[in-house]
């Protein structure tokens, strides 16, 4: 009888193991999941994020590959007739972050920014150089008396060359530019 409960007390003690390291692998997976801006670094090589609007029926965010025209984007949200566009805007080139406005009463697409709100949301950086005191306070670290600072440097200098420009113009120090520098970039140098 003494062996029967050790063995018992054995395999119970073997499923409580194995089950506590499958727990340890996925609260790692999850943790690992949320540590930074996870959008846009899985699409950075590997595709791009777009929106769709205009369209009621098939508005909102869309994860196409790498050098995906207007056409693609249509194709992708399932918009049926497109033979009324011009070949120009279905031919156009997409970017991360686009905005791809749809305008079937003229028949004509419009490309703006996705939101700063939006990109941000989806860890998407913002332009340095177009954002205003309200966009800069929606990144974690830049509160209003720095984003003044920011702008009040950029309109001085006429803009920024570069997001370390911040450290270089007194706008803030070495940690805080650390924190801060992947919500950033300047439109000319984003693909």
């Known amino acids: 009888m003494n062996l029967v409960k050790k063995q018992i007390f054995g395999a119970i003690g073997i499923v409580v193991v194995v089950v506590f390291i499958y ?4 609260v790692f997976q999850y943790v690992s999941f949320f540590t930074g801006p996870a959008v846009c670094c899985e699409y950075e090589t590997s595709g791009i994020m777009v929106e769709l609007a205009g369209d009621e029926n098939y508005g909102g965010i869309y994860f196409l590959p790498q050098e995906a025209m207007v056409r693609d984007l249509f194709r992708k949200a399932g918009l049926g007739d497109v033979a009324e566009f011009r070949e120009a805007d279905l031919a156009r080139a997409l970017h991360p972050g686009d905005r791809v406005v749809c305008d079937r009463a003229r028949y004509r697409v419009i ?10 949301a989806l860890g998407m950086p913002i332009d340095l150089n177009e954002a205003t005191l309200e966009d800069l306070v929606l990144v974690s670290g830049i509160g209003p008396k720095t984003a003044s600072k920011i702008i009040k440097v950029r309109e001085g200098e006429g803009g920024f060359s570069g997001v370390d420009s911040l450290k270089w113009t007194g706008c803030m120090g070495e ?4 924190r801060v520098k992947e919500y950033l970039y300047i439109k000319s140098s984003y693909p």
């Open 111 to 120: 490309l703006e920014d996705v939101a700063v709100h939006a990109r941000l």
């Open 23 to 26: 727990a340890v692998r996925d």
């Open 175 to 178: 940690k805080r530019y650390d």
